[in-house]
């Protein structure tokens, strides 16, 4: 299996084959390499988060798990640049996580606009339908 997970932020050449793999292959990896998304400024992060929102069903648990967390940057990243680019199962299985956040965002998620990316993405989906 040819190496897919950096070593570092800016580890380039691992994230350059992440377009080889299926969804299946990738499976295994999601986890880990949805942790490199937690900062879209890193080198990185601009390889993996437009691979990860090409993934299908096999990703929305571990999101489910991002979005419960405490994290609200990383939240940020994954509603802004992950979920608006996947498919419509995916984001209709975060619609009622999106709309928590939306109606009860914690003091970091608003803070950190968690909730206002989150209505424009909800709004974003009910335009498409």
Do not use: C
Request: net charge negative.
């Amino acid at each position: 299996m040819m190496n897919i997970i950096p070593k570092n932020k800016s580890d380039i050449e691992a994230v350059s084959n992440l377009d080889n793999l299926s969804n299946k292959e990738l499976e295994p990896y999601l986890v880990e390499l949805l942790t490199w998304v937690q900062d879209i400024n890193w080198p990185v992060a601009g390889y993996i988060a437009p691979r990860l929102s090409q993934a299908g069903i096999e990703i929305i648990e571990p999101i489910k798990q991002i979005l419960k967390s405490d994290d609200a940057t990383w939240k940020y990243w994954i509603i802004s640049q992950i979920l608006p680019f996947s498919n419509k199962q995916v984001q209709d299985s975060m619609k009622s996580m999106l709309i928590e956040i939306i109606n009860n965002p914690t003091a970091s998620d608003h803070h950190d606009e968690v909730d206002l990316v989150a209505k424009e993405l909800i709004e974003s989906m009910q335009n498409e339908t």
